[in-house]
């Protein structure tokens, strides 16, 4: 490709506190095949810290910096970086986002005489979205200007300098967001069709964690709705005589109220002032531009030009309900939802009803089950519900059965004061008023969650914004030890009541029968009772899935090696994550290996073992209770901690066992046991009074007699 190397290209990068962003922006600018540029970074006032970190990145001569003492904005810093600006083209990008390694390589060879050429953006949700094949046999075509900025943004354009400066293109300071509408307008008034680029040069990064570091589209409904407005009302008085303008304009508002019309109107307590602000709106609109519009958008925009708030909320209800009842009859899933929420949502709350679910529906176990078996054995007066993929999954006691997301599932969710689960519920369950909702969660934490996440490579990039959602509904969230209090205070912003009394899953571990059950166990699985057990208990990897919740396991560990040698004294249980979907082939290990990933509750499997191998799941936590050697099998450790997830502890030097890379070194470490019982036998005493100190075989009773029977327990805080 010929490139006109000697014309300068001004790069124009306003930061606001993404230092966990910035880095990777500056370097993809800086890896530019395009040689001629000049990286213009204006510090939007950003704190300390993020301050710091963007300065010790300024290292390459080509970078321009500049700083505003105070916040100023968006539209301001960018104004300002095109006063520094020297490059005979100018470009905007933002600092949360990437450059293919072509990108203004491609952009300066296809501009030709335009004033503008236009590249093709695309999402960063999760790090494979940076993988792209080209499928263009086309590099470049022309479009209608219309087209190309339908979005209303300026980002992945280059736009020639002279064209900037006789055009007085300059962006509205006035608000936060929106300011790109200011700089757009001009290209439309002063520009034919223009071209753009089929292959993608511009990486827009949707942020993971809207909660504690939005971007600007990522902030509340009424915030966006007040300065769209403000932008809409200012630029149609600027350029009021253009007709072009005007349209185009309009044609962006109505895009944006009918993509948001019900998240505006949402909050009932603020109607009147958003329908004040958007009836002022409406009424600059040309009413040509509403010709085209859907019969119940016209209703609506009729009502709100009329200023008539009793007429556009019964044409809003109607929008809703039409809505609701197009997306239900779609299929018998959404179906179900409409009938929980229109019909099953209007019944009274049964006070005595407590519903129960574990590991999504797959398992009778964990803190649940241990919670719903005292409610039977204790004869306690309430009607229990528990949830399961098999409607015909038997269990103890009257409990009454429902398949999950069932009919009868929405019901009982619907009717149930009491919710008690391990995991997150689905988002599209209602909280009522006088619903009371008890988390037991699942584990001590030593992989990162949440918020403390840096990056999310799981299959749902949505994560951050979805765990808040659904921990807002908690009322209650157990905790195992002061470690994980803090945790789950910090790395889930919960701020209800923390259940400080261990986990009810664990009593079993102090049980005064738990050698009789160890026999009973070992005799239904079929283990032989002259065999010792080694129970292999490994986590799924975050970027290596199927589909959401579904995720992808390639067996490391060689188990006819270990059969090989330690057949004569072991056997192996294996139990995978309830995330793993990939069935573990055990061909061949008959009598060795025994798969029991659908074995209800891993409590029971930790008192038929006498090894318990792991990696990075919080199981080690709990079988720590039983004083039992642990193996830790990490082959891929330098991947999970230095870009999966990262741990909170010190892993290499405070796991209460070795760390093994290979299945010889795990052969090795089991056939030699006692010296390693011996080698971690401090550390290990260390490690129980830090995460297993709380339990004392009573946190069940604990934690009914709080949340269920109103009495106060202690706490071991």
């Given at each position: 490709m010929v490139n006109k190397q000697n014309q300068r290209v001004s790069i124009i990068i306003p930061f606001y506190n993404t230092l966990e962003f910035v880095e990777d922006c500056l370097n993809s600018v800086l890896k530019q095949t395009y040689s001629s540029i000049e990286i213009i970074v204006i510090n939007d006032g950003s704190d300390s810290e993020?301050?710091?970190?963007?300065?010790?990145?300024?290292?390459?001569?080509?970078?321009?910096?500049?700083?505003?003492?105070?916040?100023?904005?968006?539209?301001?810093?960018?104004?300002?970086?095109?006063?520094?600006?020297?490059?005979?083209?100018?470009?905007?990008?933002?600092?949360?986002?990437?450059?293919?390694?072509?990108?203004?390589?491609?952009?300066?060879?296809?501009?030709?005489?335009?004033?503008?050429?236009?590249?093709?953006?695309?999402?960063?949700?999760?790090?494979?979205?940076?993988?792209?094949?080209?499928?263009?046999?086309?590099?470049?075509?022309?479009?209608?200007?219309?087209?190309?900025?339908?979005?209303?943004?300026?980002?992945?354009?280059?736009?020639?300098?002279?064209?900037?400066?006789?055009?007085?293109?300059?962006?509205?300071?006035?608000?936060?967001?929106?300011?790109?509408?200011?700089?757009?307008?001009?290209?439309?008034?002063?520009?034919?069709?223009?071209?753009?680029?089929?292959?993608?040069?511009?990486?827009?990064?949707?942020?993971?964690?809207?909660?504690?570091?939005?971007?600007?589209?990522?902030?509340?409904?009424?915030?966006?709705?007040?300065?769209?407005?403000?932008?809409?009302?200012?630029?149609?008085?600027?350029?009021?005589?253009?007709?072009?303008?005007?349209?185009?304009?309009?044609?962006?508002?109505?895009?944006?109220?009918?993509?948001?019309?019900?998240?505006?109107?949402?909050?009932?307590?603020?109607?009147?002032?958003?329908?004040?602000?958007?009836?002022?709106?409406?009424?600059?609109?040309?009413?040509?531009?509403?010709?085209?519009?859907?019969?119940?958008?016209?209703?609506?925009?009729?009502?709100?030009?009329?200023?008539?708030?009793?007429?556009?909320?019964?044409?809003?209800?109607?929008?809703?309900?039409?809505?609701?009842?197009?997306?239900?009859?779609?299929?018998?899933?959404?179906?179900?939802?409409?009938?929980?929420?229109?019909?099953?949502?209007?019944?009274?709350?049964?006070?005595?009803?407590?519903?129960?679910?574990?590991?999504?529906?797959?398992?009778?176990?964990?803190?649940?089950?241990?919670?719903?078996?005292?409610?039977?054995?204790?004869?306690?007066?309430?009607?229990?519900?528990?949830?399961?993929?098999?409607?015909?999954?038997?269990?103890?006691?009257?409990?009454?059965?429902?398949?999950?997301?069932?009919?009868?599932?929405?019901?009982?969710?619907?009717?149930?004061?009491?919710?008690?689960?391990?995991?997150?519920?689905?988002?599209?369950?209602?909280?009522?008023?006088?619903?009371?909702?008890?988390?037991?969660?699942?584990?001590?934490?030593?992989?990162?969650?949440?918020?403390?996440?840096?990056?999310?490579?799981?299959?749902?990039?949505r994560y951050k914004r979805d765990f808040y959602m659904q921990s807002r509904a908690w009322d209650y969230l157990l905790s195992p030890n002061r470690y994980s209090s803090e945790i789950f205070n910090r790395a889930f912003k919960f701020d209800n009541e923390m259940l400080e009394y261990g986990y009810p899953r664990n009593d079993i571990l102090y049980s005064p029968k738990k050698d009789e059950i160890a026999e009973r166990v070992k005799e239904t699985i079929g283990i032989p009772k002259d065999k010792k057990v080694v129970l292999y208990a490994p986590t799924w990897r975050d970027d290596d899935y199927y589909e959401p919740g579904k995720y992808k396991f390639q067996l490391q560990l060689d188990l006819h090696k270990m059969k090989e040698v330690l057949g004569d004294e072991y056997v192996v249980a294996l139990r995978m994550h309830y995330f793993i979907a990939d069935d573990i082939n055990v061909e061949g290990l008959d009598d060795f290996a025994f798969n029991l990933s659908k074995y209800d509750d891993i409590a029971e499997l930790y008192l038929i073992s006498d090894i318990l191998i792991t990696d990075y799941s919080s199981v080690f936590f709990d079988y720590a209770n039983l004083k039992r050697p642990i193996l830790f099998f990490t082959y891929d450790l330098d991947k999970y901690r230095d870009q999966l997830r990262g741990f909170y502890l010190d892993f290499e030097n405070d796991a209460p066992g070795p760390l093994l890379r290979t299945s010889d070194e795990v052969i090795e470490a089991i056939a030699n046991i006692e010296t390693v019982k011996k080698e971690y036998a401090s550390r290990y005493e260390g490690f129980y009074e830090m995460f297993c100190s709380w339990h004392d075989g009573k946190s069940t009773e604990k934690v009914v007699k709080k949340v269920l029977l109103g009495e106060n327990s202690k706490t071991n805080s």
């Amino acid at each position: 490709m010929v490139n006109k190397q000697n014309q300068r290209v001004s790069i124009i990068i306003p930061f606001y506190n993404t230092l966990e962003f910035v880095e990777d922006c500056l370097n993809s600018v800086l890896k530019q095949t395009y040689s001629s540029i000049e990286i213009i970074v204006i510090n939007d006032g950003s704190d300390s810290e993020n301050t710091r970190y963007l300065e010790s990145l300024i290292v390459d001569d080509r970078i321009v910096y500049l700083k505003n003492e105070t916040r100023r904005g968006v539209a301001y810093s960018r104004n300002k970086g095109l006063k520094a600006a020297t490059g005979e083209f100018v470009f905007f990008l933002d600092s949360d986002d990437l450059l293919t390694e072509d990108a203004i390589e491609l952009l300066v060879a296809q501009i030709q005489e335009y004033p503008v050429v236009v590249g093709r953006t695309k999402r960063l949700l999760r790090p494979s979205d940076l993988e792209f094949s080209v499928d263009s046999s086309e590099l470049a075509a022309e479009r209608s200007k219309e087209t190309l900025f339908k979005a209303g943004s300026i980002l992945n354009v280059l736009i020639r300098s002279e064209f900037i400066k006789e055009h007085h293109i300059e962006f509205s300071e006035g608000t936060e967001g929106y300011s790109d509408l200011s700089a757009v307008i001009p290209v439309i008034l002063h520009s034919k069709d223009l071209p753009s680029i089929n292959i993608p040069t511009y990486y827009k990064r949707v942020r993971n964690d809207p909660i504690s570091n939005p971007s600007l589209v990522q902030r509340p409904i009424d915030e966006r709705t007040h300065e769209f407005i403000t932008v809409y009302k200012g630029l149609r008085n600027k350029y009021g005589k253009y007709v072009e303008a005007k349209q185009y304009l309009d044609q962006t508002f109505l895009r944006f109220y009918r993509r948001q019309v019900i998240n505006i109107f949402k909050d009932v307590n603020r109607f009147d002032e958003m329908f004040d602000l958007t009836a002022s709106a409406v009424k600059v609109l040309n009413p040509n531009s509403i010709a085209s519009q859907p019969s119940h958008i016209k209703k609506e925009l009729k009502q709100l030009k009329n200023s008539n708030k009793v007429k556009f909320q019964k044409a809003l209800r109607f929008h809703i309900e039409a809505w609701d009842f197009k997306n239900a009859i779609k299929g018998f899933t959404r179906l179900k939802r409409y009938i929980y929420k229109k019909v099953f949502l209007k019944f009274p709350l049964k006070e005595n009803y407590i519903i129960f679910e574990s590991f999504l529906g797959k398992n009778f176990s964990d803190s649940p089950r241990n919670i719903y078996e005292y409610i039977i054995e204790n004869n306690l007066d309430y009607q229990c519900i528990w949830v399961f993929n098999d409607k015909n999954r038997k269990i103890p006691g009257n409990a009454k059965i429902v398949k999950r997301f069932s009919l009868a599932y929405y019901y009982y969710f619907a009717v149930s004061k009491y919710w008690i689960n391990n995991m997150r519920q689905p988002l599209h369950l209602v909280k009522r008023d006088g619903n009371v909702f008890l988390e037991t969660w699942h584990g001590t934490p030593l992989k990162k969650l949440v918020f403390d996440m840096k990056e999310v490579y799981s299959a749902n990039p949505r994560y951050k914004r979805d765990f808040y959602m659904q921990s807002r509904a908690w009322d209650y969230l157990l905790s195992p030890n002061r470690y994980s209090s803090e945790i789950f205070n910090r790395a889930f912003k919960f701020d209800n009541e923390m259940l400080e009394y261990g986990y009810p899953r664990n009593d079993i571990l102090y049980s005064p029968k738990k050698d009789e059950i160890a026999e009973r166990v070992k005799e239904t699985i079929g283990i032989p009772k002259d065999k010792k057990v080694v129970l292999y208990a490994p986590t799924w990897r975050d970027d290596d899935y199927y589909e959401p919740g579904k995720y992808k396991f390639q067996l490391q560990l060689d188990l006819h090696k270990m059969k090989e040698v330690l057949g004569d004294e072991y056997v192996v249980a294996l139990r995978m994550h309830y995330f793993i979907a990939d069935d573990i082939n055990v061909e061949g290990l008959d009598d060795f290996a025994f798969n029991l990933s659908k074995y209800d509750d891993i409590a029971e499997l930790y008192l038929i073992s006498d090894i318990l191998i792991t990696d990075y799941s919080s199981v080690f936590f709990d079988y720590a209770n039983l004083k039992r050697p642990i193996l830790f099998f990490t082959y891929d450790l330098d991947k999970y901690r230095d870009q999966l997830r990262g741990f909170y502890l010190d892993f290499e030097n405070d796991a209460p066992g070795p760390l093994l890379r290979t299945s010889d070194e795990v052969i090795e470490a089991i056939a030699n046991i006692e010296t390693v019982k011996k080698e971690y036998a401090s550390r290990y005493e260390g490690f129980y009074e830090m995460f297993c100190s709380w339990h004392d075989g009573k946190s069940t009773e604990k934690v009914v007699k709080k949340v269920l029977l109103g009495e106060n327990s202690k706490t071991n805080s």
